[in-house]
């Protein structure tokens, strides 16, 4: 009862950003009407219909809680509440966030070190909007210049409680139109955890990915609701649901995702990495790559299955990109190009799309225009063994006749892909229709190749 009288007083005073008003908002009407300091059970997580790569550690129950203070008023900074909690709570505790509080953080928070804890996050917890102070004091993570909120690692740590965390993105979103360079923080940064859950869950209007799994193993990603596009000309670019870098063991699963980027991307040195039971609406699909972006280092994907994803309003559903042997440019902030590695075994099955561009893309020429060019340097990175079925659904007009595109740089660096039940259509009526060029025709089931010639444009 108490929490009713201050959201009351708390919306009066809100004057935040359209976005966070909205999230905020949105936070507010998904709340029971009586609220009270209860403590979420920690979801059961079960693998289903798939299994992961590996067995995921147990983890056991937690014994002393702490609740986070907060000074409810969306606009001073709770962080230091937020570190006294998680560090009387650490080594077996439980942290919680209760329903219908609200807090801001307005500091970089180093979550490194935690230790067999669950974080209840049952509250509206809203990242300041001090666009400067976060670019001077975000997390650096080297990657693309990746940099994120805080740094939540350690070893076994829940993350649940059905609350909503907002990156109040729109602020980020008209900076970044004005500045490619701006250094716009990732939103949930899992940066070197062992054995780890972070489920039911909001992410509203990150400024970057709404998700970096960096240096970490055994980690599930289960109901993860996402949503943010941007409310003014300026686009929410970059927006990736899930990026997996340096981490084996993976699973992101049952989530629904709206965004603007890739749904989920696999980055260098992912291993053994299960997403299944998603619905991804407005994204770059599901990705491997980019890859060999990075002259002098050596990319590993590979053991990645994906398994019954819905896709709608994409430019792709099953995509693989891949950097060619020479130097390109995609945009100011993303060039590349040269780097070796190899993407291997990596499977994607049932994926069902609506209104996307190609349905499956397998590129080497990332940010290379000229073809002739990025065939004279063939990518150094290889693909082998990739398995794509039961793709079925309509794409958008964009490439229409053509469904789908499948291009290696030269057969060398590219073998046994093989496409089986594929069945797509284009709005005009046209099936299976694919660009196709340096790869194995005969394992491309069903599909109907329209072969570009090496050195066309
Ligand atoms: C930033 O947040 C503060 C505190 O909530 C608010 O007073 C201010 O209007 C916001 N600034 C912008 C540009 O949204
Ligand atoms: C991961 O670990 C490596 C090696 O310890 C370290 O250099 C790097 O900064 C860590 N973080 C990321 C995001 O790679
Ligand atoms: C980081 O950004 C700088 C310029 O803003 C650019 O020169 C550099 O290549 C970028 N680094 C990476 C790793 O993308
Ligand atoms: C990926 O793994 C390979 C092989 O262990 C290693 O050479 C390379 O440096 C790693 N790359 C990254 C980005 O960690
Ligand atoms: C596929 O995923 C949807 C949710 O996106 C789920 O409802 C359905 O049960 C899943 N199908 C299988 C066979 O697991
Ligand atoms: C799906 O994405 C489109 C943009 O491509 C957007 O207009 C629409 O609102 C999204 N749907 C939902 C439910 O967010
Ligand atoms: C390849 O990936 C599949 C899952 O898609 C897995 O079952 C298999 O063990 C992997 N192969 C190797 C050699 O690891
Ligand atoms: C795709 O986008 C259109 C609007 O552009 C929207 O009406 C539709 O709901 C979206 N599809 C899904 C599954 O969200
Ligand atoms: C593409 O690259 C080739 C080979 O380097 C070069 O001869 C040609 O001029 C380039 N075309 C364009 C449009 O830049
Ligand atoms: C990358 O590919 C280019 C062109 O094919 C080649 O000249 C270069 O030696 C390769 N580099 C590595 C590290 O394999
Ligand atoms: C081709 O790749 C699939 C996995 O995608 C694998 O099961 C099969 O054994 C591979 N075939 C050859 C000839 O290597
Ligand atoms: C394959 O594509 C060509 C060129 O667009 C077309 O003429 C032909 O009818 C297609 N074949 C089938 C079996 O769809």
């Given at each position: 009862?108490?929490?009713?009288?201050?959201?009351?007083?708390?919306?009066?005073?809100?004057?935040?950003?359209?976005?966070?008003?909205?999230?905020?908002?949105?936070?507010?009407?998904?709340?029971?009407?009586?609220?009270?300091?209860?403590?979420?059970?920690?979801?059961?997580?079960?693998?289903?219909?798939?299994?992961?790569?590996?067995?995921?550690?147990?983890?056991?129950?937690?014994?002393?809680?702490?609740?986070?203070?907060?000074h409810n008023d969306l606009k001073t900074d709770d962080s230091p509440y937020i570190l006294d909690a998680v560090n009387k709570c650490n080594n077996g505790g439980r942290v919680i966030f209760p329903q219908g509080t609200t807090y801001v953080i307005g500091t970089a928070l180093d979550l490194s070190h935690?230790?067999?804890?669950?974080?209840?996050?049952?509250?509206?917890?809203?990242?300041?909007?001090?666009?400067?102070?976060?670019?001077?004091?975000?997390?650096?993570?080297?990657?693309?210049?990746?940099?994120?909120?805080?740094?939540?690692?350690?070893?076994?740590?829940?993350?649940?409680?059905?609350?909503?965390?907002?990156?109040?993105?729109?602020?980020?979103?008209?900076?970044?139109?004005?500045?490619?360079?701006?250094?716009?923080?990732?939103?949930?940064?899992?940066?070197?955890?062992?054995?780890?859950?972070?489920?039911?869950?909001?992410?509203?209007?990150?400024?970057?990915?709404?998700?970096?799994?960096?240096?970490?193993?055994?980690?599930?990603?289960?109901?993860?609701?996402?949503?943010?596009?941007?409310?003014?000309?300026?686009?929410?670019?970059?927006?990736?649901?899930?990026?997996?870098?340096?981490?084996?063991?993976?699973?992101?699963?049952?989530?629904?995702?709206?965004?603007?980027?890739?749904?989920?991307?696999?980055?260098?040195?992912?291993?053994?990495?299960?997403?299944?039971?998603?619905?991804?609406?407005?994204?770059?699909?599901?990705?491997?790559?980019?890859?060999?972006?990075?002259?002098?280092?050596?990319?590993?994907?590979?053991n990645i299955e994906v398994y019954n994803i819905s896709l709608s309003n994409a430019t792709d559903g099953a995509r693989i990109k891949v950097w060619p042997g020479t130097a390109s440019a995609l945009s100011g902030d993303l060039q590349g190009g040269g780097g070796s590695g190899r993407v291997n075994n990596?499977?994607?099955?049932?994926?069902?799309?609506?209104?996307?561009?190609?349905?499956?893309?397998?590129?080497?020429?990332?940010?290379?225009?000229?073809?002739?060019?990025?065939?004279?340097?063939?990518?150094?990175?290889?693909?082998?063994?990739?398995?794509?079925?039961?793709?079925?659904?309509?794409?958008?007009?964009?490439?229409?006749?053509?469904?789908?595109?499948?291009?290696?740089?030269?057969?060398?660096?590219?073998?046994?892909?093989?496409?089986?039940?594929?069945?797509?259509?284009?709005?005009?009526?046209?099936?299976?229709?694919?660009?196709?060029?340096?790869?194995?025709?005969?394992?491309?089931?069903?599909?109907?190749?329209?072969?570009?010639?090496?050195?066309?444009?």
């Open positions: 009862m108490r929490f009713q009288t201050s959201f009351a007083a708390v919306l009066l005073n809100t004057l935040g950003a359209t976005a966070t008003w909205t999230a905020y908002q949105e936070y507010l009407s998904g709340l029971p009407a009586h609220v009270s300091k209860h403590q979420s059970p920690r979801p059961a997580i079960t693998f289903k219909p798939k299994q992961p790569f590996e067995k995921f550690p147990k983890s056991p129950s937690r014994g002393r809680t702490c609740y986070v203070q907060s935690l230790s067999h804890i669950d974080i209840d996050i049952q509250a509206y917890i809203q990242f300041s909007n001090d666009t400067d102070y976060w670019q001077a004091n975000s997390f650096f993570q080297t990657f693309q210049n990746a940099t994120t909120f805080f740094e939540l690692g350690g070893t076994d740590v829940n993350v649940y409680g059905g609350g909503m965390l907002d990156g109040n993105g729109q602020i980020w979103y008209d900076l970044y139109a004005k500045n490619i360079y701006i250094l716009r923080p990732i939103l949930f940064g899992t940066i070197g955890l062992q054995s780890g859950s972070i489920s039911n869950l909001k992410m509203r209007y990150s400024p970057q990915y709404y998700n970096f799994i960096a240096n970490s193993t055994d980690v599930v990603f289960q109901g993860i609701d996402i949503s943010g596009f941007s409310q003014s000309s300026a686009l929410a670019k970059n927006t990736d649901g899930w990026d997996t870098y340096r981490s084996n063991n993976i699973v992101i699963q049952n989530s629904v995702i709206n965004n603007g980027d890739d749904c989920v991307s696999f980055k260098p040195n992912s291993t053994e990495i299960l997403v299944q039971n998603l619905h991804c609406n407005g994204s770059h699909g599901i990705s491997v790559g980019s890859l060999g972006q990075y002259p002098g280092s050596y990319d590993i994907v590979e990596i499977t994607y099955e049932d994926l069902s799309i609506t209104n996307v561009d190609y349905a499956i893309e397998v590129t080497q020429c990332y940010g290379q225009k000229n073809l002739t060019l990025c065939n004279e340097f063939p990518s150094n990175l290889t693909i082998t063994n990739v398995k794509i079925s039961n793709v079925h659904g309509t794409t958008s007009k964009k490439y229409d006749p053509i469904s789908g595109y499948v291009v290696c740089s030269s057969p060398t660096v590219c073998s046994n892909i093989t496409l089986e039940d594929i069945a797509l259509v284009t709005p005009s009526g046209v099936e299976n229709e694919f660009t196709c060029g340096a790869v194995d025709e005969s394992l491309l089931h069903g599909i109907n190749c329209t072969t570009l010639n090496k050195g066309s444009n």
